[in-house]
């Protein structure tokens, strides 16, 4: 498992982010305090706190694919 912390204050934000997750074999869980939602459900993380910095966790070993995709989104 890697993890990193993003930002996601615009709702285009959200839609990119889940653009990019949605495209993914792996699963990616997004956390905000002690909530936790499918990172491909957009839905999911409009239900999250947006104003507070969210962690990414990405449950694959071979993720750097996708962590280099999901840098444009850290804080």
């Known amino acids: ?11 285009q934000r959200v839609k990119e982010f889940v653009a990019v997750t949605q495209n993914c074999d792996c699963e990616i869980l997004l956390k905000s305090g002690k909530y936790v939602v499918d990172a491909k459900s957009i839905l999911g993380i ?3 706190d947006l104003s507070q910095p969210l962690t990414v966790e990405i449950y694959d070993d071979n993720c750097d694919d996708v962590i280099a995709k999901l840098a444009k989104f850290a804080k």
């Open 1 to 11: 498992m890697k993890s990193m912390t993003i930002s996601l204050e615009m709702a």
């Open 46 to 48: 409009f239900s999250l």
